[in-house]
């Protein structure tokens, strides 16, 4: 087996090498760390679905619940083929790591479904979405564990998610689910607050990093779905700030050193599904694009984009983690020892769970906040997070995603501690 073969296969080992490195720096053994290294409870469910040519598909569906010391369980579902138990482990660990990084009072967990749905009808995800619930719901709730969109699963499948949920317990459960719709309890700006929490967080950085630096930074960005598009939108407005000179969705990967036209190019995408076939730059390879000339490269797919094979080969000086795990550890060790910035998806991407919890706290008040509230909250969250992490890399000399490890891990512990095992 290759290195990258090797990387592709463990994610959740990737996971917990990153666990135990900050457990070493804490110095934590013994039962914390081994409560920390399996999760609590994995649920496993068939997801019988009808299809509209009338035969009934079965869908392999997963709940994983890693820690709840801190709060209930929370995490996104995941819709896409290549979920498995291994990879949802992993996210679900993440997920706890997440919520103490930016200290939200919750736990960790993830869900997902085996499925493509771009072979799917709207009628058949809203079944399997409905489908989901029914089996799922006996561990989760408003209290236990609260779901929310991952990759492949928006807010019109929170939505179903929640009509379901509430169907099933008699009553409106609008807290039970995060990342719906406004017009269903969602909360204002949850859909763009993943990517908006990535550039509060690159704003501060870049104030240190490219002191002095000729703007606009050149942006490379792999995966253009609800993060990488969104953050797309962002930086195309602000102000010549930013250029993004490099986008990727799965079928394609194009390059414009003039920058791009990206509400148009978003337009596309939305209509049509992908950015293939429009003329407006030169197409080039996914790897060619992690290997651009760019002051920043920010990864939005996938897990283990850049592996120890093609890490040598990256060229830009930071490196803004939307993606969960997209960089394996063999990657990343090349890549410090090149002095390149990582700012780990466990801060850069956290906006997203941030908001989340900004949405369960009005869903169970009852009162909504507008923008402004949201924003002000969620910057605050964000920069105090990235000053949190940057000075405990500082007190132990380390880089951003071992200190973020060491500030989440020590919160963990102390609850667990607490709560006894
Ligand atoms: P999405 O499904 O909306 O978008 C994924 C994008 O990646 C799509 O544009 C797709 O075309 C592209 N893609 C898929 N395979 C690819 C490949 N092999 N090469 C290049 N591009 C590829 O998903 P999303 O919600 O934007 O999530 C993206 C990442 O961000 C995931 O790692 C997810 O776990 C993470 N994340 C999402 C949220 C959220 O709020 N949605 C929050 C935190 C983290």
């Known amino acids: 087996m290759t290195i990258k073969e090797m990387e592709k296969e463990s994610p959740l080992q990737n996971a917990l090498r990153q666990l135990e490195r900050a457990c070493d720096i804490l110095q934590v053994e013994g039962d914390v760390l081994n409560i920390l290294r399996e999760p609590r409870k994995i649920t496993l469910a068939s997801i019988p679905v009808r299809m509209d040519n009338g035969e009934t598909k079965v ?7 890693h820690n709840n010391a801190r ?54 995800l809203e079944r399997l979405s409905r489908g989901f619930v029914r089996q799922f719901y006996p561990v989760i709730g408003p209290d236990q564990d609260i779901p929310a969109p ?24 609008p807290a039970a689910f995060t990342g719906k719709p406004v017009e269903v309890g969602g909360s204002i700006d949850r859909d763009t607050s993943t990517p908006q929490g990535g550039v509060y967080v690159l704003e501060e950085v870049i104030k240190h990093r490219f002191k002095g630096k000729k703007k606009p930074y050149t942006v490379a960005i792999h995966g253009i779905g609800n993060v990488g598009g969104g953050v797309a939108e962002m930086l195309h407005y602000t102000n010549n700030d930013f250029k993004v000179v490099a986008l990727s969705d799965s079928q394609t990967a194009i390059y414009n050193a003039e920058g791009f036209d990206i509400p148009f190019l978003m337009a596309q995408k939305h209509e049509n599904g992908t950015i ?42 930071l490196i ?18 090149k002095d390149t910035l990582i700012i780990p998806d466990i801060l850069a991407n956290a906006g997203g769970v941030t908001v989340s919890y900004f949405e369960w706290c009005q869903n169970k008040s009852g009162y909504y906040w507008d923008s402004e ?19 405990l890399s500082k007190t132990y000399k380390t880089d951003l995603r071992t200190a973020a490890y060491i500030l989440a891990v020590s919160k963990i512990v102390k609850a667990q501690e607490s709560l006894g095992t």
């Open 150 to 173: 991952d990759v492949y699963t928006n807010p019109q499948v929170m939505a179903w998610m929640s009509d379901e949920y509430s169907s099933l317990a008699g009553k409106k459960e």
């Open 71 to 124: 709060g209930p369980y929370k995490g996104g579902i995941r819709f896409h083929p290549k979920v498995d138990l291994d990879e949802v482990k992993a996210l679900a660990f993440w997920m706890s790591v997440k919520t103490g990084v930016l200290d939200v009072p919750y736990g960790g967990a993830k869900g997902g479904v085996t499925v493509d749905t771009k072979e799917l009808s709207r009628g058949e």
């Open 373 to 391: 509230e949201v924003q002000e909250k969620l910057s605050k969250k964000m920069k105090a997070a990235y000053q949190n992490v940057l000075e």
């Open 59 to 65: 869908f392999q569906g997963y709940r994983v619940q």
């Open 320 to 337: 803004l983690e939307l993606a969960n795990g997209p960089i394996t550890p063999e990657a990343e060790r090349i890549l410090l020892d």
């Open 276 to 317: 293939k076939g429009f003329d407006c730059g030169k197409e080039i390879s996914h790897e060619d694009l992690l290997a651009l000339d760019v002051d920043i490269l920010i990864p939005a797919a996938l897990e283990n984009t850049i592996m120890a094979e093609n890490a040598g080969d990256i060229k830009a000086k």
